[in-house]
C-alpha cells in the first residue's frame, strides 16, 4: 500500500537517519516498516500547515495515487518558505531554538551570501513584531483545514486519517469534519503530558517526533490498527483514549 506524509515534524519520518535504532525512529516511520508500506512522502519539522497543502498539490499535479494520505495540522501561526534556508530558521523560531547555531550552519554551505540567513532572521522576528495580526492567522488558518478536510470528497480512491497537533487544531476540525477519518486528539496534548516532558510545546524537547520511544510505538500501534483496517473508521471520528499511554 502506498502512503503519504502530510504536515510538520508530528509525522516527520526523518529518513536522514536512515540507520538508527528503532528507539529513534518517530511513530510515522514504524507504521510504515512495521506494516512495510510504500512511503511517498514525509512530514517537515517546523513547517506550516500550507507546506502540507502545497506538497499534497504536487502529488495531484503528478498524478500519484496514494491509497493512505495522513495530515497533521499544526500551529496557526508558523510561517511558509519553498527555501530549505528560510525554512530552517522558520523551524527553530517555531519550536523556540537559538537561532544563532543555524545560522553559522547556513554560512557554510556554499553559494549562499553571509548577510542572507540573518536578514531572514530579522526580517522574521519583524514581521511577529510589527505586521503579525492573530485574527487574520486564524482566519487563514480554519480556511486551510477546511480545504484539507473537503479532500476526501474529491479523491475517493484515498483514505484521509486527519490528525490535530493542536487544541485549536481540534475543535476547527470536530466543526468541520465529514469524510475520512478524524482522530479526536492533539499530539501537543500528549507531548505534553508525557512523563519526564521538558516543557509546554512547541519546544525543542529533543524526543524524536516529541513523543517518547514507549509513546512512539503506541501511536504506531494505534495508527497500524486504523490502516489494516480503514473501513471500520471510514467517515468517522476515532475517540482517542490519552490513558492508553504513558501520561502524568
Partial sequence: M?????GDSYCDLVYKHVDTPRSYKPWARRLVE??????YSSGLGGSNQFYAINQWLQFVEKNIRLDFAVFTFTWHDRLYSQSSFNQEIFSAIAEKRDIGPIIKLLNTWDN???????????????????LYNEEQ???????????ILKLPEKFPDTNFIFIPNTEFARTIALDN???????????ETLSNREKGSPGIMPINCNRV???????????????SKIVLNYTEYKDKIYEFDYNKFDIE
Fill in 2 to 6: 502506498r502512503i503519504g506524509f502530510f
Fill in 34 to 39: 512495521d506494516n512495510n508500506l510504500e512511503c
Fill in 112 to 130: 549562499v551570501e553571509i548577510e542572507y540567513p540573518e536578514k531572514v532572521k530579522l526580517a522574521t522576528e519583524y514581521y511577529y513584531d510589527y
Fill in 137 to 147: 492567522s486564524k482566519f487563514n488558518y480554519k480556511l486551510q483545514l477546511q480545504y
Fill in 177 to 187: 469534519f465529514t469524510n475520512g477519518c478524524l482522530i479526536n486528539f492533539a499530539f
Fill in 209 to 223: 517526533g516529541h513523543l517518547s520511544d514507549r509513546n512512539n510505538d503506541l501511536i504506531s500501534i494505534e495508527f
